[in-house]
């Protein structure tokens, strides 16, 4: 029986006995209780058994008191209550159920979801001052509003075709993204609550397109498709920073590491770069505006960079002239057309001049001349640094190996995009000192070098004259 059940029927029998003292009912019945333990049980006095008859339910029921009755009443609807109460056992407190389903992991990224970014695109995007607006993009998607809805509106006909699910720009919002914040497939995928695989064929799409449908309205060799007013600025801010005439560009190549390397080990020994990690190797020219007018990415790490621009187109269209300036200077009686400039590591041709020397023992004249050309190699430098700190997937390409090319050149691209912009300019990468011979002249480029030294003498000369002479 409930223990307290029972507790309520002791105090009860002592309501009792308080209203109707004449039927003492609990004293009698602990009073027995008591005596049948005892050996005097058996001598009890005639008072002893006259007082326990009294007690009898009987007697009771009997009673000229309405307490008995009142009594037993209660005590018979308290007892039936007690047998129809199922019995309570003690036992392990079950788990609490949950009111409501758990959490769906996908609520996680409802930051990420197609709604939350309409709504940042459409209304939270007008209640903030342009600085703060363009800030809070930049820190999302490595780019300011502008230059996002730029990119947006030129790729969305191009995505309409594809027949993508997805809003062109929720899609190029999630590829910037990750390009900017170098994220892989798997982690942007927990975020916008798609599928890895998913993420891969969306990034590819894009970066595709970029690199496709973009480079050639962004990235284009100046002086060619009626842009010689962009090659004449060019040459003349180079001579503003060098004092070398005619200059309108500097290479550089620069190493993109790989997240991992393929699979075949034969294959994997060609990507293995000289500085130990796995690479494709990317070639660029940069203007006075750290803007690209060339970009390549056709060789693995392991190649020497001097094979990678033999190889380029830009070789090519220059050595067969194809791409030939018609800007052409006299200096000290030999006519130089526009050139570039590259370090140590480039053969000497007339339209590419490097350094006499790595270590400053040529002539004055030709110190002089290297300094000037290395001060303004450092745009080149400068411009592949901006590159990998504004996109910072490049700093460890996570991509698979047959997109890595097109993701470079995407990023390269926007990369134009934004110095075009004057968007601000985050911290540079910084790249590993470059060092190695001087590569040795082919058969097919003597009359080349021999025309770039007679070129790159008459301008040393040129410059220490000039300079000497203020």
Known sequence: ??????????????????????????????????????????????????????????????????APLLFFTIASVLSFLASSRPPSTKSKPKPKTPSSPPPNPSNAASDFSVSAFRALSTEHIWSLEAPLRDAQWRSLYGVSYPVFTTVVDKLKPHIALSNLSLPSDYAVAMVLSRL????????????????????SKITNMVTRLLATKLYREFIRIPGTHGTRRRLIENTQAFEELTSLPNMCGAIDGSHIKLHSLPNDPNLAANYKCRYGFPSVQLQVVADHKKIFWDVCVK?????????????S?????????????????????????????????????????????????GTPAQNLFDGMLMKGRSVVVDAIGLLKGRWKILQDL????????????????????????????????????????????LDGEKSFYYHGESLRQALADDLHQRLSSR
């Open 398 to 441: 996570n991509v698979g190996l047959n997109h890595a090319p097109q993701t470079i050149v995407a990023c390269c691209v926007l990369h134009n995009l934004c110095q075009i912009a004057r968007e601000p300019e985050p911290e540079l990468w910084k790249e590993p000192d470059e060092n190695g011979p001087q590569p040795r002249v």
């Open 313 to 361: 187109l830009l070789y090519n269209r220059l050595t067969s002239g194809d791409t030939m300036w018609d800007k052409v200077i006299n200096v000290r009686g030999h006519n130089v057309r526009p050139y570039i400039i590259g370090d140590w590591c480039y053969p000497l041709l007339p339209f590419l001049l490097t350094p006499f020397s790595p270590d400053g023992v």
């Open 1 to 66: 029986m409930d223990q307290s059940f029972l507790l309520m029927l002791s105090n009860l029998l002592h309501l009792q006995n308080s209203l109707d003292p004449t039927t003492s009912f609990l004293s009698s019945t602990l009073s027995s209780s008591t005596t049948s333990t005892t050996a005097s049980a058996a001598v009890s006095s005639p008072t002893s058994s006259s007082s326990s008859a009294n007690a009898s339910p009987t007697s009771l029921l009997s009673s000229s008191s309405a």
């Open 180 to 199: 900017s914040h170098g994220f892989s497939a798997k982690t942007l995928a927990a975020s916008y609550s798609l599928e890895p695989y998913l993420i």
């Open 299 to 311: 060789a693995p790490g392991a190649t020497d960079g001097t094979a990678h621009f033999r190889d």
